[in-house]
RNA sequence: UCUUCCUUAGCUCAGUUGGUUAGAGCACCUGACUGUUAAUCAGGGGGUCUCUGGUUCAAGUCCAGAAGGGAGAGCCA
């Protein structure tokens, strides 16, 4: 029977005669496997007699060849690991040719990795990756299926083009080379698969509203597509979004579960792949050696995620992040390149700034100004700031963007109005502000980067498997 | 999209003021060794110097353009 290497390194069975399946890391010695299944970031150790083994099969047990070993697992004889597997018979069920295979046993850049994203899962850094993506995402649904939130699938293809969120994806059936035409010239959509013009989404928030105003906790977690051509290490074409959304939760009530959720699955990702955190951190560690001193981080991967868990989130409206900007050491040399007075929309530095310079940890920024918000958040009393809210997470930035809904049917028309979103089209949404309104709030997460904050990965596109950017959709 | 840097062997990189046949480590192949931990030792094979054009007696090296990639910025999650 196939036992998984995950359980046998465990220890606690020795003296056994099992099989064990996987990929060759490496062949040492002409004697040694290091064997690995992905079940764990550790390999199991297979020890081979080669004055017994048929020499044409040791010829095969090759850098990620894939093997079946069978054979008595016993306490180590040498040192670096507790138990190794003594083998009876190797079967190669998979032969890959060393001269031609791509990974070795030694350091690969990421950006080498990237261009083979469908070999790189084979190495500890993207196996420990994607052990902890997985974490993360069953960690978020059990954050919320825990407190009886509902499950909802926004839909993927939108007709709706006003959620205003960015550059979209068109979605058509239509033959691009002989496209139908209306009178006017216009192409004529009607004649589309769904008889108007239509697109990928890019939020499910107007969808998950919704269904807050009839099952009061409602979350959505499915990808999201944005068209912008935007070439960052914290952007991608397609990425996947948790979008919760509850009825009767002001402003505080929504950072609070902002805070909850991210302090509960950050401690579930570490409890359940305490290796693959360890392996990370020393993987970081070393990676800042090489660094100069003053761009070296603050902290190691274990201690920054450490401290978020044991420390509240800070606290603080966007006058009073503006105000501690306008003090700052920064400010006065003229350190910033763009300007800060109330009214900007905080530049990258800015916020960087604040996270990473004065509070040194994720910082909740409320009550932003209304004309550099959407049109959804509701306005406050001052008539000048709207309740949304960002969370701001040392070394990415925006992690998660949110706001209290404007639940009063006249003020969510108006502000319509005035920024031009057409409000006929959107019936379906202002119909909850007209039967049974009630004030509710919610959040956007963005998945890949809650994965990067846990991992301590620097590119977004090394924590998700097949990164879509522009002008790059291989594999 | 903007700024900036990079592109030399499968990978990581060196290559002097432009000057014979372009190097190293790892990987690969052959052999030795056999309790190794990216095993070690000896030998060997492996190159359209990203592409296009230009300057020059001579270009990996200088100039121009293109493509691809990195970092930062904008937009955002």
Redesign the pocket.
């Known amino acids: 029977m196939r036992i998984e290497i995950a359980e046998l390194l465990k220890g606690e069975k020795t003296d056994i005669e099992i099989t064990v399946m996987g990929w060759v890391?490496?062949?040492?010695?002409?004697?040694?496997i290091?064997l690995n299944d992905g079940s764990t970031n550790h390999n199991l150790?297979v020890?081979v007699d080669?004055n017994a083994m048929d020499e044409t099969i040791l010829?095969r047990i090759?850098?990620s060849a894939c093997i079946s070993v069978s054979g008595k697992l016993i306490k180590?004889?040498?040192?670096?690991?507790t138990v190794?597997l003594?083998a009876d018979t190797v079967e190669i069920l998979g032969d890959s040719d060393?001269?031609k295979?791509?990974l070795?046993?030694?350091?690969?850049?990421?950006?080498?990795l990237?261009?083979i994203a469908h070999l790189r899962f084979r190495t500890n850094t993207f196996g420990s990756v994607f052990r902890l993506r997985n974490a993360l995402i069953f960690g978020i649904h059990k954050f919320f299926q825990e407190q009886n939130f509902l499950n909802i699938h926004s839909p993927i293809i939108s007709a709706s083009d006003a959620e205003g969120?960015?550059?979209m994806f068109r979605v058509t059936t239509l033959d691009l080379n002989k496209l139908p035409k209306t009178e006017q010239g216009d192409t004529d959509f009607s004649q589309d698969f769904f008889g108007r013009s239509s697109n990928l989404t890019v939020?499910g928030q107007l969808e998950a509203e919704l269904a807050a105003m009839a099952f009061t906790k409602v979350y959505t977690f499915g990808p999201?597509f944005?068209a912008?051509?935007?070439?960052?290490?914290?952007?991608?074409?397609e990425?996947w979004?948790i979008e919760p959304e509850v009825a009767f939760n002001d402003l505080k009530d929504n950072a609070d579960l902002a805070e909850d959720m991210l302090k509960y699955v950050i401690r579930y990702a570490m409890e359940k792949h305490p290796d693959d955190i360890d392996f990370l951190d020393a993987r970081l560690a070393e990676e800042e050696k090489q660094k100069p001193t003053n761009e070296r981080a603050e902290f190691g991967l274990k201690e920054k995620l450490n401290f978020m868990l044991e420390n509240n989130f800070e606290r603080v409206t966007y006058t009073e992040a503006i105000e501690i900007l306008l003090q700052s050491p920064a400010y006065k040399k003229k350190k910033f390149?763009?300007e800060v007075n109330w009214g900007i929309?905080m530049?990258?530095?800015h916020?960087?700034y604040l996270v990473e310079k004065h509070f040194k940890k994720p910082v909740i920024v409320t009550d932003y100004p209304k004309d550099?918000k959407?049109f959804y958040m509701r306005q406050n009393e001052d008539g000048k700031t709207v309740a949304a809210m960002?969370?701001l997470a040392p070394g990415i930035?925006?992690?998660?963007?949110g706001s209290q809904r404007e639940e009063r049917l006249d003020k969510l028309e108006q502000r319509m109005q005035e920024m031009h979103i057409p409000t006929e089209e959107m019936y379906w949404y202002l119909d909850t502000r007209r039967f049974g309104t009630c004030k509710h709030a919610g959040f956007?997460?963005?998945?890949?980067?809650l994965v990067q904050f846990v991992t301590g990965m620097?590119?977004?596109?090394d924590v998700i498997p097949f990164p879509r950017?522009?002008?790059?959709c291989e594999f």
């Not at 180590?76 to 690991?81: A, D, F, L, N, T």
Request: hydrophobic share 25%; no cysteine; charged share 30%.
């Open positions: 890391r490496t062949f040492r010695n002409n004697q040694f290091a150790q020890v080669f010829k090759t850098t180590s004889q040498g040192k670096g690991q190794e003594v060393a001269e295979y791509p070795q046993p030694k350091k690969h850049s990421l950006e080498f990237r261009e969120a960015g550059e939020s999201t944005r912008e051509n935007s070439n960052t290490a914290r952007h991608l074409a990425f979004m390149q763009y929309d530049q990258s530095e916020e960087r550099i959407a960002d969370i930035g925006e992690i998660i963007g956007g997460l963005g998945f890949e980067r620097g590119n977004i596109r950017t522009p002008k790059n």
